[in-house]
């Protein structure tokens, strides 16, 4: 059997963590094939809607990389992308999703090392939670098989 | 030239719907004068072997309400979309999943448990379940089968427009009815409500101060709002900020938020999804000290947010496994 794969979507902000990406490859640092990136502005565009459908178009953990807290370009949207990560947390185990399915890191243009650190660490504990096959669909699953009721 | 031939039709739903329609009042005459209704359970005696008797597309237009979870609503749906020209999913439950959708936080075996065997005030000590065939003297009983999750309408059957509400209010119904007599109509697919969101439109709008903080998130009993005041400056989750409007605010009237029950606005695909989105702008700063708390106080967020969309959400299961095999449906 091919071991799992897990897909990981990031969204990097593009003052802060992306050039923090890039500082990583400068240094010739070696960052997971699994984490596929995706530049937006600001870690306060990215949209809970965007994240579901990373979600629902199959990745298995979705990672949102913004500025640190008073480093933001635009003064305040990485506040909002951690609000709205807080929000989305318990939503997504409500719904029946691992929490932890949803990443949010801090790292700065010149933090490559922590970059690559924490994106080995998101798709190595992807790794763990396996594939999103949730918790809960797999137990809906087992029950529907075990005949009607 | 004869009359358009209508059809109505109720799948999982609560009846409310077909309420909606006798709120038309004297209305009513005018969609009975103009239109020949040639089935509708709840009103007149017609039979499936009336509709299945027809030519097909014989039905210039068919509404149906109600979200889908049953072997017999599917037959029901797919026979009434065979014999109909145009169908229209009328209401929220056809149209996000509604109220019924709700059930999708779990599945079969968890609801009929909870209903026939959990609910504090039953009375059912022999622990009868529905059973999709029973065996008794003289032959078996059967009953439709019951899915293990709900569907909206268009995941079983083409939907050609959308009348969204809980239930539809007669003025959207009354100018679908009247777009639909003229032929007038938007292009397949559209809602046929204004795309603009509630907020907007609310009355309540002026009361709305310039900059929106939310300091804690209240529950309609906790706090006291006014009749002109704006829900969200009280802290009450309202979920006006991403539902279309064309509901005549019948909620609000009742110094209750809004719910969410006329669905995302154009061009979203996620209500929930939506309002999280800018309901997080409300509660900032990110580094206030009692952020946890303040998420943590927000109960149940999926069920509200969610409360009339949930089968249409991108994180709902049924998308989410889409592609991994969950066994269907």
Not at chain 1, 39 to 48: H, I, K, N, W, Y
Not at chain 2, 187 to 211: D, F, I, W, Y
Request: glycine share 10%.
């Amino acid at each position: 059997m091919i071991p799992f794969q897990p897909k990981v979507v990031g969204f990097l902000c593009n003052w802060c963590s992306y050039a923090g990406a890039d500082s990583a490859g400068a240094r010739k640092l070696e960052v997971a094939p699994e984490f596929s990136v995706i530049r937006m502005m600001c870690s306060g565009r990215v949209e809970p809607q965007m994240v579901l459908k990373a979600f629902s178009e199959g990745a298995d953990s979705v990672a949102i990389f913004g500025c640190h807290f008073g480093d933001c370009h635009y003064q305040e949207g990485n506040h909002s992308a951690f609000i709205r990560y807080q929000l989305m947390r318990k939503m997504l185990g409500e719904l029946g999703i691992e929490p932890e399915r949803l990443r949010l890191e801090w790292i700065s243009a010149t933090e490559g090392v922590k970059f690559a650190a924490v994106v080995k660490e998101i798709v190595e504990s992807t790794r763990q939670l396996g594939p999103l096959q949730t918790a809960r669909v797999q137990e809906f699953s087992e029950r529907a098989a075990g005949g009607e009721r | 030239m004869s009359k358009p031939k209508v059809a109505f039709y109720w799948c999982a739903s609560c009846g409310g719907c077909e309420e909606a329609i006798l709120d038309l009042n004297e209305g009513i005459l005018d969609v009975v004068a103009a239109v020949d209704i040639v089935f509708w359970p709840v009103a007149i005696d017609t039979k499936y072997a009336d509709i299945e008797a027809m030519p097909d597309g014989s039905i210039d237009v068919c509404f149906i309400n109600g979200a889908i979870r049953m072997d017999d609503q599917e037959h029901a749906v797919k026979l009434l979309r065979r014999k109909s020209k145009a169908v229209i999913a009328f209401g929220s439950c056809a149209h996000l999943g509604g109220i019924p959708g709700l059930s999708n936080l779990t599945d079969r075996v968890a609801t009929l448990s909870r209903a026939y065997l959990e609910v504090p005030s039953l009375d059912n000590p022999n622990g009868v379940v529905p059973q999709k065939v029973t065996e008794v003297d003289g032959g078996e009983l059967t009953l439709p089968g019951f899915w293990n999750r709900v569907l909206r309408l268009d995941e079983v059957i083409a939907v050609d427009y959308y009348l969204p509400g809980c239930p539809p209010q007669p003025d959207t119904i009354s100018a679908a009815v009247q777009a639909i007599l003229t032929g007038d109509l938007p292009p397949a697919g559209t809602v046929l409500s204004p795309g603009r969101n509630m907020c907007h439109e609310c009355s309540r709008q002026a009361s709305k101060p310039e900059k929106l903080k939310i300091a804690e998130i209240k529950r309609i009993h906790q706090v006291l709002v006014d009749p002109d005041e704006c829900f969200l400056a009280k802290g009450v989750v309202c979920l006006g900020l991403a539902t279309r409007s064309g509901c005549g605010e019948k909620c609000m009237s009742a110094n209750m938020p809004c719910r969410g029950c006329y669905g995302p606005t154009d061009g979203i695909v996620d209500q929930g999804a939506a309002f999280l989105s800018a309901f997080a702008a409300l509660l900032g700063p990110g580094d206030r000290p009692d952020l946890g708390e303040v998420v943590a106080s927000f109960d149940d967020i999926a069920g509200t947010v969610y409360r009339f969309s949930l089968p249409a959400s991108l994180a709902h299961r049924g998308n989410l496994m889409k592609n991994k095999g969950e066994p269907t449906p």
